[in-house]
């Protein structure tokens, strides 16, 4: 049982950083490679504020909330829309330009953050300190921050959900995500809804970042392999389906944790893969993704 | 006369300048140095051997450099990568035409580093890959003023047997360091203390989450846990040991053999979970230190306003052997350096280094590179504060549990 919980909690983690990557995937159709940058800046915020400032570490979550939102916003607006803003019709948009700044921005957050913060790790205080422990008789013994960081993170991925889902924005994204064009067309400022969708993204990416912080510690390359995970759950769920990595993230996250231990630890992190490639020869488009259409 | 007179300071003026310009325009040496500065390498470790390896070459260049020429070092990055590894070292030799190269940190790098310099006969001195397997391969350019794992093997074995425990899990990293020095770490257990129940887990060094690892751990706990793993692995672990109630425990002791007490960012990631660990240290502010040593120390306190780790001792050390072995060679050319490292019998920062020759674990190898096991009974404890536990001739204190 504390093995499935366990699956759970980390599968709340990588929710909220794939839940950002497939927004943005849904949106714009690029995949953003410095995804796991916006989770290591959020890290980093939420240890360099908390220990600096000796704040309590709930009230940090909220300049990493901000600091997520406009890092998402600026990156949206400086180097992502000179991409798109010319083309009246999506599809002329050169996807490979997309990568090339991604991946670049992704270096380029990483060596920036090392010659900033230097090469040393920095854990940050947990929301409840490390040591206090929660056990439920043989079912579970876990750490009140891993609880409560959960707790916070599933809360904050409910929110995002409904707000997608019925919020009047959530809409106006769900238009863009199905039809650009046809979206601008109806009114609606594409634009906008892009960089909206880029702080949405900073927010949770960052958030994720920060809850993790004080059990995997800030440093400049930490987000690389949450990136890996988010990015392999996105294609687990569909390509740019909301509850298509929701679910991805939960099944990674306890698939992960019962093969750990019921197969090999060392293996662990190849099961996720191992998965992807299940599902991608059974269902090609992922669980929830829709087949292509050529029109 | 005065024609004559001003001819004559002309002239001299001149060649003094000539003279002058001549000694700052001397070819410099160049020495090469490969240590990580990228992931998944260790940044940590590599910033304080590259951090002492300035320091050596600034000390050499104020002294007049070697054979009147100054020292530069080129230095490149390894990524913790071995094929990486590999091509910095073969760029160093044949592109920067280096007279030899200090560095290494992962032994899976130095493993494949090796084979480069043994390829190319350029002498090598390795500042911190601990694997056996490097010597054991027996190459005549490899030098080690690094510790091997034999030596930590040894150490971290004996003060097991003297806590008097049963079980002990090892948890080493994927890499031949790890790996390697669980291995001697168990063998050596075997032998003196045939009666202790001793497995191990091999985890990534690039994982987070070892969870499902500690779980288990958590059920059914050891009376000491040894992880071996270079930060920031090393850390993650230690924190979810703590956070899980593993260790350290009244019922489990915590025994580091990664050394990672002695880094300057500890106390930034372990915080409450560092209080009780046991570790290898091989440097302790107690331990006596040379002449040489106490400078080096104190030029790295003036520079970062931080005490120096072992890993500043070890790039310091590496350099000045080299150093002291070209000045004795008189020359660059491999043969006569490397035969002059064999010979070296030199005061470095923490003893008098020489090597041994005999074949496989201690090849090449500077035997006595002192060492303690040290224990936190602090959170935030500075280093010197801290307790040595182990040898019993050092000890200034007795091993004790929360």
Redesign the interface.
């Known amino acids: 049982m504390?093995?499935f919980i366990?699956g759970i909690i980390?599968g709340t983690f990588y929710a909220l950083l794939a839940l950002g990557l497939s927004l943005i995937f849904g949106i714009l159709k690029v995949v953003n490679f410095a995804h796991g940058e916006f989770f290591m800046i959020g890290a980093y915020a939420y240890a360099l504020i908390a220990l600096r400032l000796e704040v309590s570490p709930f009230f940090v979550l909220l300049p990493v909330i901000v600091i997520g939102m406009l890092l998402g916003v600026v990156i949206e607006r400086l180097l992502m829309r000179p991409l798109y803003q010319k083309y009246t019709e999506w599809g002329a948009m050169r996807d490979e330009y997309a990568i090339i700044v991604t991946f670049g921005l992704s270096l380029f957050l990483?060596n920036l953050a090392?010659q900033i913060f230097?090469?040393?790790?920095?854990?940050g205080?947990g929301l409840r300190?490390?040591?206090e422990?929660v056990i439920l008789g043989d079912i579970v013994?876990?750490?009140s921050?891993?609880i409560i960081a959960f707790g916070v993170g599933a809360l904050i991925l409910i929110i995002a959900y409904l707000l997608v889902r019925y919020s009047p924005w959530g809409k106006v994204i769900q238009a863009v995500s199905q039809n650009r064009f046809g979206a601008s067309i109806a009114g609606i400022n594409s634009v906008r809804v892009s960089s909206i969708v880029f702080g949405i993204s900073g927010v949770l990416a960052g958030l994720s970042g920060a809850l993790?912080c004080?059990?995997?510690?800030a440093?400049?390359?930490?987000g690389?392999?949450?990136a890996v995970k988010s990015f392999v759950i996105v294609v687990l769920g569909g390509m740019g389906s909301v509850p298509g990595s929701i679910v991805g993230a939960y099944l990674l996250g306890v698939l992960e944790?019962f093969g750990?231990?019921y197969i090999s630890?060392?293996y662990?992190?190849t099961f996720g893969f191992l998965i992807l490639i299940i599902v991608l020869l059974l269902r090609p488009q992922g669980i929830f993704g829709e087949k292509a259409r050529e029109v | 006369m005065t024609r004559l007179r001003w001819i004559t300071v002309s002239m001299f003026i001149v060649g003094i300048l000539a003279m002058g310009s001549a000694g700052h325009s001397a070819e410099p040496i160049i020495i090469g140095s490969v240590e990580p500065?990228?992931?998944?390498g260790s940044?940590?470790q590599?910033?304080e051997a590259t951090a002492g390896i300035k320091l050596a070459v600034e000390m050499i260049n104020k002294q007049g450099g070697i054979l009147g020429r100054p020292v530069e070092v080129q230095f490149e990055d390894s990524m913790g990568i071995p094929e990486k590894g590999r091509a910095a070292t073969e760029k160093l030799i044949t592109k920067s035409k280096v007279s030899m190269i200090v560095g290494g940190n992962h032994s899976s790098v130095c493993m494949a580093m090796s084979d480069v310099a043994h390829e190319y006969r350029i002498p090598y001195i390795n500042v911190n890959c601990w694997a056996d397997a490097i010597r054991e391969k027996g190459y005549g350019e490899w030098f080690n003023t690094s510790v091997n794992n034999s030596r930590i093997a040894v150490g971290g074995a004996e003060f097991v047997k003297a806590l008097g425990v049963k079980k002990v899990v090892v948890l080493p990293e994927?890499t031949d360091f790890g790996i390697g020095l669980a291995r001697g770490f168990k063998k050596h257990l075997k032998s003196i203390a045939p009666e202790v129940d001793c497995t191990d887990?091999?985890?990534?060094r690039?994982?987070?989450?070892f969870?499902?690892?500690i779980?288990?751990l958590?059920k059914d706990p050891p009376d000491v846990v040894v992880p071996i793993m270079d930060?920031?692995t090393g850390?993650?672990i230690i924190?979810?040991l703590?956070?899980?109630?593993v260790a350290p425990t009244a019922k489990t002791w915590l025994l580091d053999l990664d050394a990672l007490a002695e880094?300057?960012?500890f106390w930034?990631?372990?915080?409450?979970?560092g209080k009780y660990l046991a570790g290898i240290a091989l440097f302790h502010p107690s331990m006596k230190l040379t002449d040489l040593g106490k400078e080096v120390r104190k030029l790295h306190m003036e520079k970062t306003k931080r005490e120096a780790s072992r890993v500043v001792f070890q790039g310091f050390d590496a350099v000045w052997v080299a150093a002291d072995a070209i000045k004795r060679a008189g020359k660059l050319e491999a043969d006569a350096v490397i035969k002059a490292l064999k010979e070296t019998k030199l005061v470095g920062t923490r003893g008098t280094i020489t090597f041994s020759t005999e074949p496989g674990p201690f090849f090449q190898q500077w035997v006595e590179v002192p060492y303690s096991i040290i224990q936190f009974t602090e959170v935030k404890q500075p280093l010197a504060k801290a307790p040595i536990v182990f040898p019993p001739e050092q000890a200034t204190a007795k091993p004790v549990k929360p």
């Open positions: 504390d093995i366990t980390m990483m090392n230097g090469p040393y790790a920095i854990s205080p300190p490390l040591r422990r013994t876990m750490s921050h891993r993790l004080p059990i995997f510690s440093e400049p390359f930490v690389a392999l949450p944790q750990a231990v630890y060392t662990r992190d | 500065a990228s992931p998944p940044i940590a590599g910033s994927n887990t091999v985890l990534d690039e994982a987070k989450d969870t499902p690892v779980l288990g958590a930060p920031p850390y993650i924190n979810q703590h956070e899980y109630g880094l300057p960012d930034d990631n372990v915080k409450e979970g």
